[in-house]
């Protein structure tokens, strides 16, 4: 297996309340940050990503997309993902922080509440759809 495979493997926590996909992109971010994947070095496939790391194929895309997002990774069709040359901006690195401290929070007062994380993610869900009935 691909040693970055095993590295985010080894991370991942399916049990804890930030969705897998995020830890990837999290652990992913922080091995460039730190230099332990350099600019150009070639990501798995979204197959390989997939399958290495027991995901959804979905997931697996929108893993890359984030990092796209973040600037983090280069996708460059007919030949792969690529670790991008271009650091998220500190606008973005501060958006992204306070997406995750409102996350945190809503997951602590939903607990407060007598909720799963799995129920705030499905009311999330309910948000995503345009006509939603509002009756309990």
Avoid: C, K
Avoid at 58 to 78: F, M, N
Avoid at 101 to 125: N, T
């Amino acid at each position: 297996m691909d040693p970055l495979l095993t590295r985010l493997r080894s991370r991942m926590d399916p049990s804890a309340p930030t969705p897998v996909y995020r830890q990837v992109v999290d652990a992913i971010w922080e091995e460039v940050i730190v230099g332990d994947l350099p600019a150009g070095h070639r990501l798995p496939t979204a197959r390989q990503l997939s399958v290495g790391l027991s995901v959804n194929p979905r997931s697996a895309q929108r893993i890359y997309r984030e990092l796209e997002r973040l600037g983090v990774a280069i996708t460059r069709p007919g030949e792969g993902t690529f670790v991008g040359l271009a650091p998220a901006s500190r606008e973005e690195r501060q958006r992204r922080r306070q997406l995750a401290e409102l996350a945190a929070r809503a997951v602590e007062e939903a607990a407060a509440h007598g909720f799963e994380v799995d129920d705030l993610l499905e009311e999330i869900r309910e948000h995503r759809t345009p006509h939603r009935d509002t009756d309990p």
